[in-house]
């Protein structure tokens, strides 16, 4: 996923282990894994949109296009 978007200055894909990062994991009521939160661009962490579609990598770069207006 993170290769898709390489090289858009405005999509920052990161991969985060809950099980190594318990604080973040609460913080950003990780409860389940996968987990996968979009945070837009300048937003703070309590604006984070939960991401509840399907699990492919096409439906993840739709996705992010959707929200970063990118087209991937």
Do not use: C
């Not at 290769?3 to 809950?18: I, P, Q």
């Not at 009521?29 to 837009?40: A, E, L, N, S």
């Amino acid at each position: 996923m993170a290769k898709a978007f390489a090289g858009e200055d405005n999509v920052v894909v990161a991969a985060v282990d809950a099980t190594v990062a318990a604080a973040s994991a609460a913080r950003f009521d990780v409860k389940g894994y996968p987990t996968i939160k979009f945070f837009p661009k300048g937003s703070s962490s309590k604006e984070a949109q939960e991401y509840e579609g399907g699990r492919s990598l096409d439906d993840f770069v739709q996705f992010l296009n959707s929200r970063a207006g990118t087209h991937r």
